[in-house]
């Protein structure tokens, strides 16, 4: 709750800001220019900036941080843009990487109670499901589903848990950076999103629940350059 106080408080300023920055070049107060060298970089940086206040520092949040000031400070003539092109992709892969390694991509994320949905990933080898510069599809075929985490990486997932036994809350941490992530979620399962996306995305299609008992299956996305779709 504090942590989106503080974003919403960050929001108000920079459009304070803004407002009376470009009063004052109306009344020629200042010399103010909204369309300065770079402006567009802002729908990365600011985006980002709240996403880390919010939900702390991770691979998303951070490269797209890296990638906004990156951009601006080419704008403004200190980088070249040639350079940002060829140290683009090495850096955000890195940047990903080290926050996958780190753990850094879980957040904290609790169900209506206020537990901590668990980590702890069982059934099917641990459900730790990697798609790297391939294809990998993953069904749960009348199998006892307690959470996941899933990585493409230049490659895809397709995840099947219509079938899948869900007795309680869980959480999927899913991550996909140049690749894409499909999800199919059974009927008796609540959806709720969390995502980081760079230059990505994150659709949700899936139907409202129409069996009971219903439970919450929490997904927690980062993209980027990539996609996660949940059927």
């Known amino acids: 709750m504090m942590k989106n106080k503080i974003s919403n408080v960050v929001w108000g300023l920079v459009l304070i800001l803004i407002g009376v920055g470009y009063a004052g070049g109306n009344l020629g107060v200042w010399d103010f220019n909204l369309f300065f060298q770079g402006w567009w970089t802002l729908f990365i940086i600011v985006p980002c900036f709240i996403n880390l206040i919010q939900y702390g520092p991770n691979g998303g949040n951070i490269a797209g941080l890296c990638v906004g000031a990156?951009?601006?400070?080419a704008a403004q003539g200190f980088l070249?843009?040639?350079?940002?092109?060829k140290l683009l992709v090495p850096a955000i892969l890195v940047l990903v990487g080290i926050s996958i390694l780190l753990g850094n991509t879980k957040r904290r994320i609790t169900d209506q109670q206020g537990n901590q949905i668990p980590y702890e990933k069982t059934g099917?080898?641990?459900?730790?499901?990697?798609?790297?510069?391939?294809?990998?599809?993953?069904?749960y075929d009348g199998q006892r589903f307690e959470g996941a985490t899933v990585s493409a990486v230049f490659g895809g997932v397709d995840m099947d848990l219509r079938s899948a036994v869900i007795e309680r809350d869980v959480r999927i941490d899913a991550t996909a950076v140049f690749g894409g992530i499909e999800i199919f979620v059974p009927a008796n399962v609540v959806v709720k999103v969390m995502s980081t996306p760079v230059l990505g995305g994150i659709t949700n299609k899936a139907a409202a629940p129409t069996e009971v008992p219903c439970h919450t299956l929490y997904i927690n996305a980062t993209c980027v350059f990539g996609g996660v779709d949940i059927k």
């Open 70 to 73: 990156a951009l601006f400070l």
């Open 124 to 139: 099917m080898g641990g459900s730790d499901v990697s798609g790297v510069f391939d294809g990998r599809k993953v069904h």
């Open 80 to 85: 070249e843009f040639s350079l940002i092109r």
